[in-house]
């Protein structure tokens, strides 16, 4: 039974929370001489209704998605992290991370922030988090974010 990880995924999208899992996720990718994969899903649940008017909404979203993974590469290699790749899907996050992307990439390991839903909202929806727990067939850390950086 091995003791290192090889294949690490992290889930970013721009918020604080993905940005301290990144920050984890670096120092441990770095210490088992893994992969870091760095992903950004486009849910396109959000947009699907609005972007039959407006095409571009797409276009967009998969830039801004590439610039935040390659500021999030460049930082990664900085800090001495030799592999990390960056992939964008589309879909839902909650289905996508723990199940199709962790499968294909053969993570042992999935990094992602706690998210920041209310009560009602995690009754009603979960949090992506708590999905991926749920339904990863690999080691899930979910990392919080110190309350003196919380907005």
Not at 4 to 11: F, G, H
Not at 62 to 67: G, I, M
Not at 91 to 116: H, N, V, Y
Not at 118 to 144: H, M, P, Y
């Amino acid at each position: 039974m091995a003791l290192t990880y090889k294949d690490i995924i992290v889930a970013v999208d721009g918020s604080d929370e993905a940005k301290w899992a990144f920050k984890k996720a670096i120092a441990i990718a770095d210490r088992n001489d893994a992969t870091l994969h760095l992903i950004n899903i486009i849910d396109t649940r959000s947009y699907a209704a609005v972007e039959a008017y407006d095409r571009s909404i797409a276009e967009r979203a998969q830039k801004y998605a590439e610039e935040l993974l390659n500021d999030y590469r460049n930082e990664a290699v900085k800090a001495g992290v030799a592999n990390v790749e960056i992939h964008v899907e589309y879909g839902s996050p909650k289905t996508l991370i723990p199940r199709d992307i962790a499968k294909k990439l053969q993570a042992d390991l999935i990094i992602c922030g706690a998210t920041g839903l209310n009560r009602v909202e995690r009754f009603l929806i979960g949090s992506v988090s708590e999905n991926i727990v749920r339904s990863a067939k690999c080691d899930v850390l979910v990392v919080r974010t110190p309350e003196h950086l919380q907005g």
